[in-house]
Each structure stands twice: as C-alpha cells, then as structure tokens.
C-alpha cells in the first residue's frame, strides 16, 4: 500500500487550475444543490451531499456558500440538472472521461465535442474508454496529517484499499461503496482531509512527450472552463521534466 502517485498530474494540474477557474464554486455550488435535491438536505442522512460538502470545504468554500446551496434545492425553481459522462480520446493516446451537470444536453454536448475537436482529440461513445478505468473512491489529505507510516496506519485501520504518499501529501484509495465509511475512520484519526470524492482511477496510464502534453494540457484547461463540466479525469501521465517545461514557456 506505498508508492508514489502521479494522480493529481494524471487528473490534471488541479492545484493550477483551481486557482485560476473563478467558476470553481459555482460548480461545487451545483453539485451540492443537485446533491441535495436528489435527497435530504441533511448531509449527515445524504451520502451524495455529504461528500459534496466535504469536497466544497476542502476548496475553502465558505459555510455560508454552502448552506445558500443546500437551501436553493428546496426553493422549486425551474433548474433541472442531469448528469452526462462523456468520454473521448486526447493527443498521446490518452484517454479522456468528463463528467458533466447540466441543464440542457444540446449544449453541453456540443461545448465538449467542440472542446477535443480543437485540442488534438476526439469525442467517443459512451463506455469507449471507461473500461480502462475504476471507479473508485479518492481521499487526499496533505503531508501535515502526519508522515506515511502514520497514514498507512490510519488508512488500513479505516479499512482503505491502497495509498500513496509523496512530498506532496497522501492519497488513499477506497472501493467506491466503502468511501464514506473510509473517510469517516480517517477524520478521526486525521482530522478533515483536503478532498473526498469518486474518481475514475485509470489501469494503466500512457507517457506523454511535452508537445502531446502541451495540447492536452490545453484541452483539460478548455473542459475546466466550461460551465457544465464538473471533473476531468485521464490516464495519462506527464513526467515532472516536461511539466516544468511547459510551466515555463
């Protein structure tokens, strides 16, 4: 259950791109309102929600964001959104699953296969490249919670799969049925972590040179910016070589 992991470059270059996106809590909004119309606005009842605002908390959302989101559900206004899982090809051979909430499938669909048209790819069909991936559930905490022995400690006792420690800090992975169970013990033990959610985890990742990187990298930011899409997730890995490269340019 040790090793270091490439999952926040294989997802994306999450730490940059929220800082930038300044829809980053419109969209964690949504997610919560969707969340919470879907059930009980009492998180503590409401699986979805919870790992919604545990997710909105570890973007330092603050609390009264979140509450105006949970109480918009019981408004009964016309916003009637639906999840859409898109999946396609990038530059590389890298595979591509964007995971959407929408209003109006038209539009969405058409900003995304727009989005790999003009960044080196192509929009498949549904379950063209999930099956290289597991869902799985994802926690991340930073390297403050504690050095890897304590984690891994932590972890195994929670009942977690696999984890990754590096510099950067510690990713636990979790079957997709026991996440919330697995964040629960490990709050515990190590307090909140930064993010809890379901991910699409790939089963074997592709290298990529720095001019494929370059233009997938360009894709990711076009799906980041886009309204709809919540997550993006990939199976491609980009060397730290090339990664300071293209930092640089």
């Known amino acids: 259950m040790a090793g270091h992991s490439k999952f926040k470059n294989i997802m994306h270059r999450k730490g940059a791109q929220d800082k930038?996106?300044?829809?980053l809590f419109s969209k964690l909004s949504r997610e919560i309102t969707v969340a919470a119309k879907m059930g009980t606005p009492d998180p503590d009842m409401n699986p979805r929600l919870r790992l919604a605002v545990n997710t909105a908390k570890g973007q330092s959302m603050p609390?009264?964001?979140i509450q105006r989101a949970i109480d918009k559900a019981s408004t009964g206004d016309d916003e009637n959104y639906e999840e859409v899982r898109y999946e396609g090809y990038g530059p590389g051979g890298s595979a591509v699953i964007v995971e959407t909430l929408t209003d109006n499938r038209n539009r969405t669909a058409t900003a995304v296969r727009t989005a790999f048209a003009k960044n080196g790819g192509?929009?498949?069909t549904a379950g063209s490249v999930a099956h290289g991936f597991e869902r799985l559930g994802?926690?991340?905490?930073s390297s403050e919670a504690g050095d890897e022995d304590t984690v891994l400690e932590a972890a195994m006792e929670a009942?977690?799969?696999d984890i990754s420690s590096s510099d950067?800090?510690?990713?636990?992975?979790?079957?997709?049925e026991d996440l919330h169970e697995v964040a629960s013990g490990l709050e515990k033990s190590l307090g909140e972590p930064k993010e809890v959610k379901l991910a699409w985890k790939p089963n074997l990742t592709v290298d990529l040179g720095e001019k494929d990187a370059g233009v997938l990298l360009k894709l990711i930011d076009t799906?980041?910016?886009d309204d709809d899409v919540q997550t993006v997730w990939g199976n491609y890995e980009i060397s730290d070589e090339v990664m300071e490269k293209l930092d640089s340019d």
């Open 168 to 176: 950067d800090g510690h990713e636990i992975w979790t079957g997709a």
């Open 223 to 225: 799906l980041d910016d």
């Open 159 to 161: 009942g977690a799969e």
């Open 138 to 141: 994802y926690i991340e905490y």
């Open 63 to 65: 609390k009264d964001n």
């Open 20 to 23: 930038k996106r300044s829809n």
């Open 122 to 124: 192509n929009l498949g």
